[in-house]
C-alpha cells in the first residue's frame, strides 16, 4: 500500500485546521491537509451569518467569507501545502506510527509524519425519542449542509429542538430560505443562544418554549408530525402533550468533540463537561501527552470559530517551531493574549473553566504524570 509522508500532518481543513496549516507553512514546514468534505472550510462555509469575536478573527463577516479569506491564506503558501479533500484519516497506528487515510471509496494509502495537529471539528448530539428514526429527523448540521451548501430546502414546516446559538441561528435562516418554523422548544429554563439571534426568530413570529422537548415524532414514512411536552425541573415530562404540524424535526442540541485519533495515539484523554465531552489535555501550545500530536478548535472543546483559529494557528506555529523551523518571537504570547480577550465575556468564563482543567504546565516538568 502506498505510503505518503509529510512534516506535518493537519487533520481537518476547518477554520482550525487551516489556520494551522497556514501558520506552519508560512514558518516554512512541508504541511499536509487532510479532509473528509469535498471541499475545505469546515463548518464556515455553511454560516451566512456575520459572526461576532474580535476584529483580528473577521467579526462582522460572514462565515463563508472567512473560509475564503483563509483559503487566499493556504494559497499564498501552497508551495508547502498538500491538500487532500474527500479524504478521511480513519485510524493511527502507534506500533509504526502509521496513520490509515480512505479517499471517496476506493483508494487507501497510509500516512507517516513527525507531528500531527486533530483539527478534526465536531460531532453533533442527538436525543432518544420515539421514531427518531424517520425520515425528516436532521441534525443541525444536514440542515445547514442541504440549504446552505447545496441550496435545497429540508421541508416546508420544522420543529427545531435546541435554542442554543445552532437552534437559533438554523430557524432564523429556515426562515430566510422559506421555510416555516412552527416552534422551538428548549429543555432548559433559559435560552442557551445569544439574545440577539433568539430577538430575530421571536420577531418573526416563532414561539420558543422553554421547558419543553420533543415526546414522539409521529408518521408512517415520513414525518407527519410531533408530539412536545413541558417538563419539570427534573427534565422528567409533565403535563399534557401537544401536537405540532410539521414534516421536519431539526435537533439542535449541542456538539461533541471529536477526539477517536487523539485517543487512538495515546493521548491523555479527560472529560470536561464546559468543554462539552471527552478532549485531550494540552500545554500552553496546544501539545498533548504524546509530544507528536497537537490539538486545536472544536476537537480541543467546543467554542466558536474566532477560537478555533486561534487555538489553529497556535498549534501550527508549535509544531513547526518544534521541529527547528524559525518563528516569529512573541507571537505565541500575542496569539494567547488574543485568545484570553475572546474568552472574556460571559460565555467564556465557562471556558476558562473547562481549559484550567485541561491545561498542563508544560510536559516535561513532572508535575502532570
Ligand atoms: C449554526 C452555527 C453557527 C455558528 N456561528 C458562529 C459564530 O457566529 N461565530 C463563531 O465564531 N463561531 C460560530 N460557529 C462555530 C464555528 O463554526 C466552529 O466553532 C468552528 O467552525 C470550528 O472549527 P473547527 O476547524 O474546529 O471545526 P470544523 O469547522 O468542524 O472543521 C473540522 C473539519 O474536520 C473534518 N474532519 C473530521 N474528521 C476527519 C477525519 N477523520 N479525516 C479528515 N477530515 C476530518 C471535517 O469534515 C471538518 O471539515 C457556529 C457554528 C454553527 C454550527
Known amino acids: 500500500m502506498k505510503t505518503l509522508s509529510t512534516e506535518i500532518l493537519v487533520i481537518g481543513g476547518g477554520a482550525a485546521g487551516l489556520s494551522a496549516a497556514a501558520e506552519a507553512a508560512s514558518a516554512g514546514a512541508k504541511v499536509m491537509v487532510i479532509e473528509s468534505d469535498l471541499h475545505l472550510g469546515g463548518q464556515l462555509v455553511k454560516q451566512t451569518h456575520k459572526f461576532f469575536g474580535s476584529k483580528d478573527e473577521y467579526a462582522g463577516t460572514r462565515g463563508f467569507k472567512i473560509a475564503e479569506i483563509l483559503l487566499n491564506e493556504i494559497e499564498s503558501c501552497k508551495d508547502n501545502v498538500e491538500i487532500h479533500e474527500n479524504t478521511t484519516v480513519t485510524g493511527f497506528y502507534s506500533e509504526d506510527k502509521t496513520f490509515t487515510a480512505m479517499r471517496g471509496e476506493e483508494s487507501f494509502f497510509h500516512i507517516q509524519a513527525q507531528k500531527t495537529i486533530v483539527a478534526t471539528g465536531a460531532q453533533e448530539r442527538l436525543i432518544p425519542f420515539v421514531n427518531n428514526d424517520l425520515p425528516g429527523v436532521y441534525g443541525a448540521g444536514a440542515v445547514q449542509t442541504l440549504m446552505n451548501v447545496y441550496g435545497v430546502i429540508p ?69 407527519t408530525g410531533a408530539y412536545i411536552t413541558g417538563l419539570n425541573e427534573k427534565f422528567e415530562p409533565v403535563g399534557e402533550e401537544t401536537f405540532v404540524d410539521c414534516d421536519v424535526i431539526c435537533i439542535a442540541v449541542g456538539l461533541s468533540p471529536t477526539t477517536e485519533i487523539l485517543s487512538q495515539a495515546g493521548c491523555k484523554m479527560m472529560y470536561v463537561p464546559q468543554l462539552c465531552g471527552l478532549v485531550a489535555r494540552r500545554d500552553m501550545s496546544m501539545k498533548t501527552s504524546n509530544p507528536d500530536f497537537f490539538t486545536a478548535g472544536d476537537a480541543s472543546g467546543i467554542e466558536e470559530a474566532s477560537a478555533a483559529m486561534v487555538e489553529g494557528r497556535i498549534a501550527g506555529l508549535s509544531a513547526a517551531s518544534s521541529l527547528g523551523y524559525l518563528t516569529e518571537h512573541g507571537k505565541l504570547d500575542e496569539y494567547w493574549s488574543r485568545l484570553q480577550s475572546l474568552r472574556s465575556g460571559e460565555a467564556g468564563a465557562r471556558i476558562c473553566q473547562g481549559i484550567e482543567c485541561v491545561l498542563v504546565n508544560g510536559w516535561e516538568d513532572g508535575r502532570n504524570g
Open 155 to 223: 421541508g416546508k414546516r420544522v420543529l427545531m429542538v435546541g435554542a442554543g446559538n445552532i437552534g437559533l441561528i438554523v430557524s432564523y435562516q429556515l426562515m430566510q430560505a422559506g421555510v416555516e418554523v412552527a416552534a422551538i422548544v428548549e429543555a432548559a429554563p433559559r435560552i442557551g443562544g445569544y439574545w440577539v439571534h433568539a430577538a430575530k426568530v421571536r420577531r418573526m413570529g416563532v414561539p420558543i418554549l422553554l421547558g419543553h422537548s420533543i415526546k414522539r415524532a409521529v408518521g408512517d414514512r415520513t414525518i
